[in-house]
């Protein structure tokens, strides 16, 4: 069975959406550990309690972007860990920690790519007046919010929506979508062509 990292730098939803789909059996893989660049994130609280391994680092005791990737790999190494799923991490990473795991590190985004890239990407939608926005979940190369998609569901702006209920209703898609892409991924069942991710 695969063995996977699991980045959060936050509440950590994506996180207890993905541990109930391995506890349920419907990902089949290890989730052999949490890590977290604030030591505060309650994906760290969440994982303690649930037994699962976790690495808390702290970026600013590091050169550069690459010495803190290196370190954060070292432990990844020793931990066999196979893939890694960001969720919720917000953390740019490094071109070494790209080729380290080529086509295995996967994210989620909170709206439809390519609209909306960066930080606030549910408020920028909403105050754009988007009609449609909705997570993706793509593979990571270097370049923020750059890599093949994988799933993407679209969620509507209702006129009555306001920032926070339209927010609510992207984490409920995102907790739909993030599972089944992971599901998807440990099956073999995703191939990258070039930008285009084929499901088989
Ligand atoms: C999620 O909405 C995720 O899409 C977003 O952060 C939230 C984390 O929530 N990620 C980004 O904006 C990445 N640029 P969570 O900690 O409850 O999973």
Redesign the pocket.
């Known amino acids: 069975m695969m063995n996977f990292a699991v980045f959060?730098?936050?509440?950590?939803?994506?996180?207890q959406a993905i541990h109930k789909a391995v506890k349920s059996g419907k990902i089949k893989a290890r989730l052999a550990l949490v890590f977290s660049d604030k030591k505060d994130a309650y994906?760290l609280e969440y994982a303690t309690k649930e037994g699962i391994a976790t690495l808390h680092l702290n970026p600013k005791e590091f050169e550069t972007r690459e010495t803190f990737d290196r370190e954060i790999v070292k432990h990844l190494r020793r931990a066999k860990i196979d893939f890694v799923v960001l969720?919720?991490?917000?953390r740019l990473v490094s071109g070494y920690f790209v080729e380290q795991y080529p086509d295995k590190i996967l994210?989620?985004?909170?709206s439809l790519l390519p609209s909306f890239k960066?930080?606030h990407?549910?408020k920028d939608a909403f105050e754009y007046g988007a009609k449609v926005t909705g997570?993706t979940v793509h593979f990571v190369v270097e370049q923020m919010?750059e890599g093949a998609l994988i799933l993407q569901e679209p969620v509507a702006v209702e006129s009555k929506d306001t920032y926070e209920t339209l927010k609510l209703k992207?984490?409920e898609a995102?907790h739909r979508i993030y599972p089944k892409a992971i599901d998807l991924f440990v099956r073999g069942k995703l191939k990258i062509e070039g930008r285009k991710v084929i499901v088989l």
């Open positions: 959060a730098s936050g509440r950590g939803g994506n996180l994906a969720a919720g991490y917000m994210n989620i985004h909170p960066g930080m990407a549910i997570p919010d992207i984490h995102e």
